[in-house]
T-cell receptor, first 109, second 116 residues
Framework: EDKVVQSPLSLVVHEGDTVTLNCSYEVTNFRSLLWYKQEKKAPTFLFMLTSSGIEKKSGRLSSILDKKELFSILNITATQTGDSAVYLCAPYNFNKFYFGSGTKLNVKP | DAGVIQSPRHEVTEMGQEVTLRCKPISGHNSLFWYRQTMMRGLELLIYFNNNVPIDDSGMPEDRFSAKMPNASFSTLKIQPSEPRDSAVYFC??????????????FGPGTRLTVL
């Protein structure tokens, strides 16, 4: 059965800290993995990862995929209060996206 | 580009009533997805269409739910009869082309449904 596990479920840090969010998956015919940020509204796209070992960066956020060990991580450096959100990972296999339950990040001033 | 458009943004109805949610995908996108999100169950994929054809509706909870996509620019999700446990935020998302493996999804703002 296809499954996605995100960890930790929730995380509280202070501004300036660095955080690492984890996503492990077992998805048949895996093609790519997407990360989303969700605040109080609809999810917004962060990254799409298709190749193993290639880091994608966007400002203070970066992500990498390991297709051998079946996981991905999302790093956020120098966190800010605006980073507070639920972060969702979604492996994709051409048929559907499998959303994890998310990691709730709370960044305190 | 206006993005994915959903209507209504909020819907409050009584148990037993029919509810119809509407979605207009981004022009040129060939894939459309309906999701439901609740605190208890998180984000769930209900059904998705590719080129107006339903591909996978295994996420549709029961026969009370139905979805249609009569053309490339419009889709509906209908619940009849509605029940309090259907209360959730319903998102519609579209993607340029599902089978490419390189495209992401763009979410609409969601419809918050409350069934009393």
């Amino acid at each position: 059965e296809d499954k996605v596990v995100q960890s930790p479920l929730s995380l509280v840090v202070h501004e300036g800290d660095t955080v690492t969010l984890n996503c492990s998956y077992e998805v048949t015919n895996f093609r790519s993995l997407l990360w989303y940020k969700q605040e109080k509204k609809a999810p917004t796209f962060l990254f799409m990862l298709t190749s193993s070992g290639i880091e994608k960066k966007s400002g203070r956020l970066s992500s990498i995929l390991d297709k051998k060990e079946l996981f991905s991580i999302l790093n956020i450096t120098a966190t800010q209060t605006g980073d507070s959100a639920v972060y969702l990972c979604a492996p994709y296999n051409f048929n559907k996206f499998y959303f994890g339950s998310g990691t709730k990040l709370n960044v305190k001033p | 580009d206006a993005g994915v458009i959903q209507s209504p943004r909020h819907e409050v109805t009584e148990m037993g009533q029919e509810v119809t949610l509407r979605c207009k995908p981004i022009s040129g996108h060939n894939s459309l997805f309906w999701y439901r999100q609740t605190m208890m169950r998180g984000l769930e994929l209900l059904i998705y269409f590719n080129n107006n054809v339903p591909i996978d509706d295994s996420g549709m909870p029961e026969d009370r739910f139905s979805a249609k996509m009569p053309n490339a620019s419009f889709s509906t999700l209908k619940i009849q009869p509605s029940e309090p446990r259907d209360s959730a935020v319903y998102f519609c998302a579209s993607s340029p082309q599902l089978t490419s493996g390189t495209d992401t999804q763009y979410f609409g703002p969601g419809t918050r449904l409350t069934v009393l």
